[in-house]
């Protein structure tokens, strides 16, 4: 199902929690309020939306919202002590050398642009643990569990060890991704005076699992979000077309 409008995964009188899609903003964009965005939209079917966390724009998945100011605070201290357990899927350049591994760099904004950040001793703790998920011949799934919750952690520690998004205009090697990339040998060919479209431009991340504690009932609930149909399909033609040579 392709996912290019938010959708309702579970909500009450306290909360609201949604599948985000890619190219949808949080919040409103600072230097172009037309940009659509889930607060405006949420805004419009709510009588009261707080926000809890944000998503980069190009990151889909599970997200939390309030609907009150007592469900808002509950959730932010949450989010603040780090009692939300968040988990993501990362498709990324090369693999691994374990199958599972911390990351524990320290992140600050970077002096020549607030909306790039960079590793740094004088920053904020910032820590990231990683297993492997699936293995290509040049590519890899990881799950990626942040401990704390810095402005692009997960992008820019992948690209700090060496493994960025497949897709990362910011951290990474690529604006898009092509299907000829890994069927080069197999002689891919497209119609001659027709451009090769990408099978996907925007990051390879998304937002697959976030578990918390109701803010009223104290229950302990868990939401998943199912890969969108531009990661099913690039997933698909991995697996297809770029297999390893051995396997262990």
């Known amino acids: 199902m392709k996912k290019n409008r938010w959708s309702i995964l579970f909500e009450d009188d306290h909360i609201i929690v949604i599948d985000k899609p890619a190219n949808w903003s949080s919040i409103p964009d600072r230097f172009d309020e037309s940009k659509q965005n889930i607060l405006t939209s949420l805004s419009s079917y709510r009588d009261q939306i707080f926000v809890v966390h944000r998503l980069d724009r ?59 950040v960079l590793i740094h001793k004088s ?37 700090h060890i060496g493994l960025p998004l497949i897709i990362d205009p910011l951290y990474g090697n690529r604006n898009e991704f092509k299907i000829s990339e890994i069927k080069r040998k197999k002689k891919y060919n497209i119609k001659k005076f027709t451009e090769e479209k990408p099978l996907l431009s925007r990051h390879t991340l998304h937002a697959k699992q976030l578990r918390f504690t109701h803010p009223i009932s104290n229950e302990k609930i868990s939401f998943n979000s199912e890969y969108p149909k531009d990661l099913t399909a690039l997933k698909n033609q991995l697996t297809k077309w770029n297999k390893r040579d051995f396997e262990p």
């Open 123 to 159: 920053g904020k703790e910032s820590i990231t643990h990683f297993s492997l998920l699936e293995q290509w011949k040049d590519f890899s799934l990881l799950e990626c569990r942040p401990e704390t919750g810095r402005m692009h952690q997960i992008r820019v520690h992948l690209q």
């Open 58 to 116: 190009d990151t889909s998945g599970v997200m939390v919202w309030a609907k009150n100011e007592n469900a808002h605070r509950i959730l932010s201290e949450q989010f603040e002590k780090r009692k939300v357990k968040k988990t993501y899927h990362a498709f990324v350049e090369s693999s691994p050398n374990q199958n599972q591994f911390i990351v524990n760099q320290a992140i600050i904004y970077s002096n020549s642009s607030k909306a790039k």
